[in-house]
């Protein structure tokens, strides 16, 4: 990359390391528990660590269908006789020196047996009462060491991680039936806009002219939702100062934040910042990245604010880079930082005064290609992409450099 002299941001935008160190500043954890069942808890965030009860496995157990016998009998060619038998659920006796028990993959090794012989390795003799054993044995083999998963007293899962199917089955495997995780976030979502109509409110061949359907309700719906949130819809706020007083102060009544598309540039019909000022206070205005500079944070009475750009991919790409840190701590989650990539560009690209956040995706060389119209308005860019590349300001990218890379889909996890 061909970076031209390191320039300070465009003047009274807010770069967007700033704009998220001042975001998760005020997201102090919502602090607010409920206990779950362990199907009920797929991606809620963990609130209290869990340590283990027991050690797993509890005992040392067979990894194979075979034969457990002491390593200092098993020479290749010897011949053992059998003096027991384990099925899994059962506990063997102790195994008499110089004999082999038949065993079955999970079943508890017998105390005196220190090896397990796969069945394969061996030849059994006179019905199975005797078993020769066809390969050189090495001691320890195919036993599973008791707490060699988990030690009973390890902390197995994190106060403020996201629960897994993973991370469920292992509170699954300790017994635990229930865990206690953080209440969802409340979030109001507001759209605003008179040009705005509703999906299945009019056919689209009825549109009048400058109508256009609102999109950024459904897809801050729903990332919301991904996010864990509980969604409070709280509908559209006309073009007019006194609607949007009325609705923020409404909606701040009920929920910890409140989010809202449109209506925080700089035209007349931008109504959003004097409503958030009048009932409140605004931490900051205007980030120095594109797309998304119209975003403002602050708050509205006892509530959190974040206003968002109208723009289809202005709002969705800054919903990707703030709110989604900003609610995931709020829920207690610590690690909210974006898994990013480095991967290499397969085009050329002239920097801009703003920090970039291109809509890329990976071709079958692991390069990352880019899509041709990056306008803020142009959905079909996300639908296309399963990327972000994050080009810096001023900062040319010649084919073949190395670039950041942030995943969607790790983004929408
Ligand atoms: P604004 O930020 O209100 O100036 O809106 C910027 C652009 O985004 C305008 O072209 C709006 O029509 C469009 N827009 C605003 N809200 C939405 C929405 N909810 N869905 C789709 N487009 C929108
Ligand atoms: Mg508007």
């Known amino acids: 990359m ?137 001691l320890g083999q195919h036993v599973r060491r008791a707490g060699e998963d988990v030690q009973r007293g390890a902390t197995v899962l994190r106060a403020g991680e996201r629960l897994t199917p993973a991370a469920i089955g292992m509170a699954a495997s300790l017994g635990l039936a229930q865990l206690e995780v953080a209440h969802r976030p409340r979030v109001a979502l507001l759209c605003s806009g008179d040009e ?92 120095a990245i594109k797309p998304g500079k119209p975003f403002a944070f602050g708050r509205v009475r006892g509530a959190h604010f974040i206003g968002l750009p109208g723009n289809p991919v202005s709002s969705y790409v800054t919903f990707l880079l703030l709110v989604r840190p900003f609610v995931l701590r709020l829920a207690g989650v610590e690690h909210v930082a974006p898994p990013a990539l480095t991967l290499r560009a397969a085009f050329d690209w002239k920097a801009g005064s703003r920090r970039e956040f291109l809509r890329v995706r990976r071709n079958a060389a692991g390069e990352v290609e880019r899509f041709a119209n990056q306008g803020s308005g142009v959905l079909t860019s996300l639908h296309w992409a399963d990327g972000l590349l994050d080009a810096p300001a001023d900062c040319d990218i010649a084919r073949g450099d190395a670039v950041r890379f942030l995943s969607l889909t790790e983004l929408l996890a």
């Open 2 to 138: 061909n970076a031209t002299a390191a320039k300070p941001a465009p003047a009274g935008l807010v770069p967007l390391d700033d704009a998220l160190k001042t975001l998760l500043a005020h997201a102090t954890p919502l602090g607010r528990t409920e206990t779950v069942s362990l199907l009920a808890a797929d991606g809620r965030v963990l609130a209290r660590a869990e340590t283990s009860p027991l050690s797993v496995p509890a005992l040392d157990n067979a990894a194979m269908d075979g034969w457990a016998l002491r390593a200092a009998d098993a020479a290749e060619g010897a011949v053992l006789p059998v003096s027991q038998r384990i099925a899994a659920g059962q506990v063997g006796q102790p195994l008499a020196a110089g004999s082999a028990a038949r065993i079955f993959t999970g079943a508890p090794v017998p105390d005196g047996a220190d090896t397990v012989v796969q069945q394969e390795h061996t030849e059994a003799l006179d019905g199975g009462a005797r078993v020769r054993l066809l390969k050189p044995v090495k």
């Open 196 to 287: 705005l109509r509703e999906p299945g409110s009019i056919a689209p061949a009825d549109m009048p002219a400058g109508a256009i359907f609102n999109s950024n309700r459904y897809t801050l719906h729903l990332l919301l939702r991904r996010l864990g949130c509980e969604v409070q819809d709280a509908g559209s706020i006309p073009d007019a100062p006194g609607a949007t007083v009325q609705a923020l102060s409404c909606a701040a009544e009920s929920a910890d934040l409140i989010i809202t598309s449109g209506g925080v540039s700089v035209g007349e019909e931008d109504h959003i910042r004097a409503a958030v000022q009048q009932l409140g206070e605004l931490h900051f205005w205007r980030l």
